[in-house]
């Protein structure tokens, strides 16, 4: 039974319902405004903030979300909102994606530590006895733009992106998809919505001052909260009908606070997103705001606590998603997503080498060990990967899988060492 002839057989049989009808309203308005226009199912679009480690609260709101049987047709997502968002968007279940960030060593990711047996020995000293590599040059000490150049992270986001990685647009993954940085260099909002995952990821989750800036072709990229922290506009611009947001942003300092400078700074810092979120928070239906303040926004190991936040601040909405549910599912089920995580292996038909200068690609290509034909699991590259970087003679190496064409591309990235 549609909602409009529901609404319209509880008047007629039952008058002394009439009273509750107010609060039904205002559960199903979106859906029921939506349906005197068309038959189709409303979509649901999720729009997930960034906001450092606050971000993992999002998993609390999602797990909320799945127990009221309320799956999103869209994802948007911000900084850590893009690494929850766009995990998710690929597969992962809220369980499974908790699972993964327990089993995930932080403080490795956000140091850049690798592994020792990837290091070969004469390296390990200057990989492990500072804190940020200055290469200098004749004229210059060459500071970088952040602590941490990304490798290990950007290596984890190809591992366990990795069954979709041969999907080069995010409207074709399980749930179509996209997240959004900001170019430093024009000071623009720049959205993703095609690409190789983890390029796009790994740009919205660029913190200023705690990642290098990632540079992608001509663009020079950092944290999407820069600008837009809650992007609900492109949850509408893929098709999203109703929205669903958590926000976990920057919200102003108290006066206290703002009597010290970070709190200054960081107020001045962020003017500019703030803006934007309350513009945009206008377009959303439900908006869930975790109480995260008590934790720090750089403890990415305090996974529970982070998830039990999301969840307790979803639980005053779980009635009503479990109404905007079924009400969703009278105009019909929502089609079952494709699973696509147990996809282990890839035939590649090239190679290329991009980025060396100093070192030949025979020289590369020796230590990566890896021929067109053969077969690849994520494994193995990942392993051949940090050992060519464990050489030292890059300050980045990386990998892409790209479809061009009829054929399947893997490019290795190389960036120089500028003492080279």
Not at 100 to 116: A, G, P, Y
Not at 206 to 223: K, Y
Not at 227 to 238: C, G, Q, S, V, Y
Not at 316 to 329: G, H, I, M, T, V
């Amino acid at each position: 039974m549609k909602i409009k002839s529901f609404l319209i057989f509880v008047i007629k049989r039952r008058p002394i319902l009439i009273f509750f009808i107010p609060g039904l309203l205002l559960f199903i308005s979106p859906v029921l405004s939506y349906s005197q226009q068309q038959s189709e199912r409303p979509k649901i679009g999720l729009v997930l903030s960034g906001g450092g480690a606050h971000g993992i609260a999002h998993l609390g709101v999602i797990k909320v979300m799945e127990e009221a049987g309320l799956r999103p047709d869209y994802i948007a997502g911000t900084s850590m909102g893009s690494i929850i968002g766009g995990m998710y968007a690929i597969g992962y279940s809220a369980d499974s994606l908790y699972k993964l960030l327990k089993s995930i060593t932080w403080d490795d990711l956000v140091s850049n530590k690798m592994s020792e047996n990837r290091i070969v020995y004469p390296e390990k000293a200057r990989f492990y006895n500072s804190i940020v590599y200055l290469a200098i040059d004749a004229k210059k000490v060459n500071i970088p733009s952040g602590l941490n150049n990304g490798q290990l992270i950007e290596n984890s986001l190809s591992y366990y992106s990795w069954p979709v990685a041969d999907i080069d647009h995010f409207s074709r993954l399980p749930i179509p998809f996209v997240c959004n940085a900001t170019d430093i260099i024009t000071y623009k909002k720049i959205v993703f919505r095609e690409g190789y995952l983890p390029d796009a990821i790994r740009a919205s989750f660029s913190v200023p001052s705690i990642f290098t800036a990632h540079e992608l072709d001509t663009l020079l990229l950092l944290d999407g909260g820069l600008i837009r922290n809650f992007a609900a506009t492109e949850a509408k611009e893929m098709g999203a009908d109703i929205l669903i947001g958590s926000y976990v942003g920057f919200e102003t300092n108290n006066a206290e606070k703002l009597q010290t400078m970070p709190g200054i700074l960081e107020q001045i810092a962020m003017f500019r997103s703030l803006e934007d979120f309350n513009n945009e928070k206008n377009m959303v239906n439900i908006l869930v705001k975790p109480d995260v303040d008590r934790f720090s926004v750089a403890d990415f190991n305090n996974v529970d606590s982070l998830v039990n936040a999301g969840y307790i601040a979803s639980i005053p909405f779980r009635e009503k998603f479990r109404k905007l549910a079924d009400s969703l599912n009278s105009f019909g089920k929502q089609a079952e997503l494709p699973y696509l995580l147990n996809k282990s292996t890839y035939v590649f038909d090239r190679i290329e080498i991009k980025g060396n200068k100093a070192y030949s690609k025979d020289q590369i290509a020796g230590v990566l060990d890896i021929n067109p034909g053969d077969v690849v699991d994520r494994d193995y590259l990942t392993e051949r990967i940090e050992l060519l970087y464990g050489k030292a003679w890059f300050d980045k190496v990386k990998y892409r899988i790209i479809p061009r064409n009829d054929s399947l591309i893997l490019e290795i990235d190389c960036k120089e060492s500028r003492d080279q």
